[in-house]
């Protein structure tokens, strides 16, 4: 596309939106004038007739109302009119299929769907309101003067754009033969002519352009003769140049190489160490569920093994009873049976075994519950079963999870409960059990003898908190601000990977969560977790929250 023609369509197109917005804002205003105009007339007419009609309805003249409805009809634009009151249709006038439709008063000529503005006005009496009229006015007219409008403005606006483009025709000849000539040279510098000078006549753009690309033309010659010049030391330098960069891009290779092996390692040492945490936490778990089965499965075995030889001792004296049943009736000898027969029940001590019995089957009733206990609270931290967000109970996680560490915690600390009203609070289960197992577990370790852990729990606002508190050595204030840094720790080698309080942090920041310590050196630690008691909703460009 042309210089010329860009110039003609630029002027042309921005002519065009000049004019259709002063026609748009003239249109618009014109019928904003018009839809008032009509508006202010409905109502009015409304009125009028509501006012003119008011004695022949309390007087139930129809013959004046018939007059009344004839009247306004000789209004221009009043297509139907009609006087109601509380029991129906008084008078009415104008096209019967319009009258048939059910009247619905217009607002605003927006609403209007059927060429006819409604309108209505109340028939009151010092306040009371003893029917209404209701009348119907064309919206032709306002049509056809927005329809004679719109014509004009597009004839006056064809006219300008016409003018414009002529203008802008004869400008675009002007500016473009000035181009042509800085063109032509363009065309032979590119082909060799260097320091080929145009004319340049006037003070106008076009002029400066002009000199400025003889003063280019010379400039490119003079710079020629000195590339010929330096060609010749570039040509030495390029054989050595290229052989750097070889060299070079081989060193690169190797770094890169090397790099990516370095990363590679980091990344396995780093996954490592995570499934390393993993595992020790497992194994925790597992250790602490083996202890708490262990114990009552223990006594179980012992009471039933006991229940076995009372048992053992009843068949006993029920044989020896069978062995000497029959002797009892036939032979004298039946005193010596029968005290054979109690001489053995007082052997395997039969009136105790029939109450210890029960006793011990009660006690192995309670093992066995015990043991349940035991896996129903290891199921309720891990929570396998529900891995979504949903609404959990803080303090049953909470007392799942000191069970379930109960093992790491037994001979460092008594545990006290100090349970606030808590809500439901919409969480995933199992991660917060995991970030609290973490957060007691660590409070055990900084215990150096025997001491206490106290877990409470509170709500303020739209939050609740649970803070975990000891009596260990406390945090040193140089090491606060690195607690929650991964595999930052302050134990020795081999205690711990410095990933427990990360994981809690991280659990709470996809919670929206915070935690809050507080600590000072030898009066222990306090971490308390506050959680929102509901997620907030996510957004476009909100990550998951599951």
Request: hydrophobic residues 45%; aromatic residues 6%; proline residues 2%.
């Amino acid at each position: 596309m042309s210089f010329r023609l860009k110039t003609l369509l630029g002027i042309a197109v921005i002519q065009a939106v000049l004019l259709l917005i002063l026609i748009a804002g003239s249109l618009n205003f014109l019928r904003a004038s018009n839809e008032e105009e009509l508006l202010k007339r409905a109502h009015a007419t409304a009125k009028l007739f509501a006012a003119t009609t008011r004695d022949a309805v309390l007087a139930t003249d129809l013959a004046s109302l018939e007059s009344a409805v004839a009247a306004v009809l000789t209004t221009p634009g009043v297509v139907y009119a009609r006087v109601l009151d509380s029991r129906g249709v008084l008078a009415r006038g104008g096209d019967p299929q319009i009258l048939s439709r059910p009247f619905q008063a217009d607002a605003r000529i927006a609403q209007v769907r059927d060429g006819i503005f409604d309108a209505d006005a109340k028939i009151e009496v010092r306040g009371v309101a003893y029917g209404q009229v209701e009348v119907g006015l064309s919206v032709d007219a306002i049509h056809a003067v927005l329809r004679e409008a719109r014509a004009q403005a597009l004839g006056i606006a064809t006219i300008a754009i016409g003018l414009v483009a002529l203008f802008s025709f004869f400008l675009g000849l002007y500016l473009t033969r000035g181009l042509d000539a800085l063109k032509e040279g363009t065309r032979r510098l590119a082909a060799g002519e260097l320091g080929y000078q145009i004319a340049a006549r006037g003070s106008d753009e076009l002029a400066q352009a002009a000199r400025a690309f003889n003063g280019m033309s010379q400039e490119l010659r003079t710079a020629a003769e000195e590339r010929r010049r330096t060609e010749l030391e570039l040509t030495r330098y390029k054989e050595h140049l290229e052989h750097l960069v070889q060299q070079r891009t081989e060193e690169l290779t190797r770094a890169n190489g090397d790099l990516r092996e370095t990363n590679r390692r980091l990344e396995e040492a780093h996954n490592r160490l995570i499934q390393s945490e993993k595992m020790a936490s497992i194994g925790q778990l597992a250790a602490g569920v083996a202890h708490e089965i262990n114990n009552p499965v223990g006594f179980i075995q012992s009471n039933l093994g006991t229940l076995e030889i009372y048992l053992r001792g009843l068949i006993t004296v029920i044989d020896a009873y069978d062995r000497n049943a029959g002797a009892l009736a036939e032979y004298p000898q039946f005193t010596e049976c029968r005290e054979t027969i109690e001489a053995v029940k007082r052997a395997v001590e039969l009136d105790y075994l029939k109450q210890d019995a029960f006793s011990l089957l009660d006690e192995s009733r309670a093992g066995l519950q015990r043991v349940a206990k035991i896996v129903t609270d290891l199921k309720d931290f891990s929570h396998i079963d529900e891995l979504d967000w949903q609404l959990a109970d803080l303090h049953r996680g909470l007392d799942s999870t000191l069970n379930v560490v109960s093992n790491e915690l037994r001979g460092k600390a008594d545990i006290l409960r100090q349970y606030g009203a808590l809500p439901e609070v919409e969480c995933l289960p199992a991660e917060l059990n995991q970030a609290f197992a973490n957060m007691l577990i660590n409070a055990a370790q900084a215990i150096a003898g025997y001491g206490e852990i106290t877990v409470a729990t509170g709500a303020r606002g739209d939050e609740v908190w649970v803070e975990i508190r000891d009596t260990g050595c406390g945090i040193a204030a140089e090491h606060l601000k690195r607690i929650f840094d991964p595999f930052f720790t302050t134990k020795p080698v081999g205690k711990g990977t410095g990933l427990g309080l990360s994981l809690a942090y991280s659990i709470a920041e996809r919670h929206h969560g915070r935690i809050e310590v507080d600590s000072q050196p030898g009066r222990g630690a306090a971490f308390r977790v506050w959680l929102p008691v509901r997620q907030p909703k996510p957004t476009a460009a909100a990550g998951d929250g599951g």
